[in-house]
């Protein structure tokens, strides 16, 4: 059947039939203009009520990685069902025009305001509790001293994995998993974080479900509040109940069923987001935000929430986009529950083009620091592994670049294992780039070649193909002339296997292998011979809530090779939010989270929260903080390095150095990339360099 809505601006015509139900739930689709959208519910134009029934199911978290007594610690979402069923998710609340009812189904007639006989609630939930055992790879749990409440940081393909080999199959019914203080990571990468959970058709049971969580005296850090969470992820189901969250890797992304559709993220997004693609889906890829969140990349979801009341009652709930905002419908409303959070329809996302322009010159001179070493270090990652029109000649480096590290040798996939490979990048010539290498090594630069990268899975489980990697790399090193290497293994390689609990003696074969392997290549090149480590925050500062998987997966090989270490530089920017040595949880973005996940290097700290397993300090001139162009800013940069190396705090700092003075022989700082500095207009090294080199050399001791 067809039908006509009338918006207040406009037409919004819509062609709505009854679909078979795909996953447990009813469904219908809807037409607007060419394009077709599936949504739960009954029809619209039946002018009926139809309800979903629910189950209800409270999980009980039990981490492995945190004791409690001699128990493992636990964060059980029983307490808060009582709270769920009195919220707007299943009573009924004023939503103005919407009138009283359940948010799924105000959300809905918001959406098709012309029908007005017509509803969609959930039934009184069936309420069936679990308990989920989170080892220590899978998860950590963040704790604030100063309040005493806790948050979990949970892997969510494990968890909804571990959910529905519990719950099977429950015919016509919508699984409504609960967890309380609980965000999420996925792809297995606590790199890639943070949500409030998930939703669509589970592909191994068939079940219609949302998993979020139920937000209850929670940190101070974190921003939404009590049923947030859990609305946010039902309206997505709603506008998208046939989307496959384990369809979310690499190209299946694309292939997976649901509602496809473009938008930007808006103007009051923050600043690295704004203009930025939100995805193809209802929701943002991976973090399944709405275009009403505001937070930035790597830190909790946060958007400013929408009070309900009713009886005495106030919950928040999460305000969303309606199709027609996705749609590009003109006229309104586009949000809910309030219908000015978002006034304007959606503006599309501009196609991708094929290949890359040329870089462009920068339109300023680079700075050129002064004579004389004061043992601080502007480093950068210099990314040759674009097309021949994207990339531009080291020769071209801003002299303030003191460290360039040259991306990437990676594995060889069609050699042995550990077997490395490098060439000079696209288009380049071989003897030239050669050339770049020497002429910046006459100028007193290093150049170090960074293995890995983001990506490349690396492996060196058996002992006997260490030669491979130890001779692959020596050809590498002495082919272009390197000064040393960069070792930039990132998750999911060099995990930490089950049963790998002390750093100080690792058994995980990648591990022991691979520092086996670079003392062999110190003892080779000699005493200056360079080597440096990149680890993401998981792998360094992630092992002091937790050791085990990728959380800490970096420590191990940091004290074994700390003799032979040149520097290392945590990337403060692949990371989730974390915990610094006064107790408190910091996310990243800003001169706490730098100072205060800089510490655990420079101070030392309990790995896994053990004082049994104490991590000890590094010396502060092989510690450097790294940064990345894309979202950092430079006065960010400018004021963290200064509170580190001088003890001076700026405005607003709330994590206090454990030595008042700061570290004044700390090396430097880090930043990928070169390339976008240089597209920048030199705007991170002509500020950042001058700083750094101009520091009085440090005590002598």
């Not at 571990?162 to 919508?174: H, I, R, S, T, Y």
């Not at 987001?273 to 209802?282: A, E, F, L, S």
């Not at 800490?552 to 090779?561: E, K, R």
């Not at 030392?604 to 950092?632: E, R, Y």
Request: a negative charge; one cysteine or more; hydrophobic letters at 35%.
């Amino acid at each position: 059947m067809r039908l006509k809505l009338v918006c207040l601006l406009s037409f919004f015509v819509l062609m709505l039939r009854f679909a078979a139900a795909q996953g447990t739930v009813p469904t219908f689709t809807h037409t607007v203009g060419d394009k077709s959208y599936t949504v739960m519910g009954g029809d619209p134009g039946e002018e009926k009520t139809t309800t979903v029934p629910t189950v209800l199911v409270p999980v009980t978290l039990e981490f492995e990685s945190k004791k409690q007594a001699g128990r493992s610690f636990r964060l059980d979402a029983g307490a808060d069902v009582p709270r769920v069923l009195h919220s707007p998710v299943f009573s009924q609340f004023p939503f103005g025009a919407s009138g009283t009812t359940q948010y799924a189904d105000a959300m809905l007639r918001a959406t098709f305001p012309k029908s007005a006989g017509w509803h969609t609630l959930l039934g009184k939930p069936e309420v069936k509790p679990i308990t989920v055992t989170i080892p220590a790879g899978f998860g950590y749990v963040l704790t604030s001293k100063k309040s005493g409440s806790a948050l979990a940081v949970v892997d969510l393909q494990f968890l909804q994995k571990e959910v529905f080999k519990q719950v099977p199959k429950q015919d016509g019914k919508l699984v409504l998993a609960l967890t309380h203080n609980t965000t999420y990571y996925v792809l297995g990468d606590a790199t890639v974080c943070c949500s409030w959970g998930t939703h669509g058709v589970d592909g191994t049971t068939g079940n219609s479900f949302v998993l979020a969580s139920y937000l209850h005296d929670a940190p101070a850090i974190v921003e939404d509040k009590d049923v947030q969470p859990l609305t946010q992820q039902l309206a997505e189901f709603v506008n998208d109940p046939l989307y496959d969250p384990q369809m979310e890797e690499g190209a299946n992304y694309a292939k997976g069923p649901g509602n496809r559709v473009s938008w930007m993220r808006p103007s009051f997004a923050e600043g690295g987001d704004q203009g930025r693609c939100g995805g193809t889906r209802v929701s943002t890829r991976y973090f399944l935000l709405e275009p009403t969140d505001t937070n930035p990349k790597n830190n909790f979801p946060a958007s400013k929430g929408f009070v309900a009341k009713a009886g005495g009652d106030s919950y928040h709930v999460q305000n969303v986009a309606l199709l027609p905002w996705y749609a590009g419908a003109s006229g309104s409303p586009y949000s809910f529950p309030d219908a000015k959070v978002l006034t304007e329809a959606a503006k599309p996302c501009p196609e991708r083009r094929a290949g890359a322009t040329s870089p462009s010159r920068p339109t300023v001179e680079a700075i050129v620091p002064p004579s004389g070493d004061n043992s601080h270090r502007l480093i950068g990652y210099w990314a040759g592994y674009g097309s021949a029109s994207s990339t531009f000649p080291l020769r071209e480096v801003s002299p303030q670049w003191d460290y360039i590290l040259v991306a990437f040798a990676t594995p060889d996939k069609n050699a042995p294992e550990g077997t490395m490979q490098f060439h000079a990048p696209t288009g380049m010539d071989e003897a030239a780039f050669k050339a770049d290498i020497a002429t910046l090594k006459s100028k007193g630069k290093k150049v170090m070649i960074s293995l890995g990268g983001g990506g490349q899975h690396f492996t060196l489980a058996n002992p006997e193909r260490v030669p491979n990697y130890v001779a692959s790399v020596t050809k590498i090193v002495e082919e272009y002339g390197f000064d040393g290497i960069d070792i930039d293994f990132e998750s999911p390689s060099l995990s930490i296997d089950p049963g790998d609990t002390d750093f100080q003696h690792p058994t995980t074969p990648s591990i022991v292998n691979l520092i086996n392997a670079l003392r062999q290549l110190h003892d080779h090149f000699g005493e200056k011979f360079m080597i440096s480590l990149v680890p993401e925050g998981t792998q360094i500062p992630g092992g002091y809530p937790s050791y085990g998987g990728q959380f800490g997966s970096y420590l191990a090989i940091t004290y074994a090779i700390r003799d032979i270490l040149t520097f290392i530089d945590v990337q403060d920017y692949n990371t989730p939010p974390l915990q610094g040595l006064d107790g408190e949880i910091y996310q990243a973005g800003n001169v706490d989270y730098h100072a205060a996940m800089t510490e655990l290097l420079l101070h030392g700290f309990n790995v896994g929260g053990d004082p049994a397993h104490f991590f000890p300090p590094l010396p502060a001139k092989q510690v450097a903080v790294g940064f990345l162009t894309g979202d950092a800013r430079p006065s960010e940069v400018n004021q963290a390095m200064e509170y580190i190396i001088t003890g001076k705090a700026p405005a607003g700092t709330t994590y206090k150095l454990r030595r008042t003075g700061g570290y004044p022989e700390m090396i430097g700082a880090m930043f990928w990339t070169i390339d976008a500095d240089r597209r920048g207009n030199y705007n991170f090294s002509n500020s950042v360099g001058p700083l750094l080199h101009g520091y009085p050399p440090p005590p002598s001791k």
